[in-house]
């Protein structure tokens, strides 16, 4: 899955065709699809059964980051039970402007917060960490 996850991000405008070939590509077409949701234009999906062609809406189980959201990312990667107040500091930015970093990514899904007695507690999901190697 690794060598096609690679090739379609190095491709643009890719269409996918999800039908044909053994099945044993077919799972790790489908998800290399979904990590490269920005360089995949269209997905479709052919019956055996009836030929029918159906085009398909993918998940992307991954996002282009800027350099922000990779800053932030993997510093609470890094860093267990980071709150806003401490990545504030470790950033080096001032905690109103981490906190609206930290929303903007818990909208994209990309961070949960969890409300504890130290603060907020960011820890990143793993469609943040699959979009911080990929």
Request: proline residues 3%.
């Amino acid at each position: 899955m690794l060598g096609l996850t690679e090739l379609i991000s190095d491709l643009e405008n890719v269409v996918v065709s999800l039908s044909g070939g053994p099945r044993d590509y077919l799972a790790p077409l489908t998800l290399a699809s979904s990590f490269n949701g920005g360089n995949v234009k269209k997905v479709y999906l052919r019956s055996d059964i009836n030929n029918s062609l159906t085009e398909l809406e993918l998940p992307e189980a991954s996002v282009r980051l800027d350099s922000n959201e990779k800053e932030v990312i993997s510093l609470i990667d890094q860093e267990e039970n980071i709150n806003i107040t401490n990545l504030a500091e470790k950033l080096g930015i001032s905690q109103s402007t981490a906190s609206r970093r930290v929303n903007k990514l818990s909208g994209k899904d990309l961070v949960k917060l969890d409300t504890k007695e130290e603060g907020k507690i960011v820890s990143p999901s793993l469609k943040a960490l699959i979009s911080l190697r990929y």
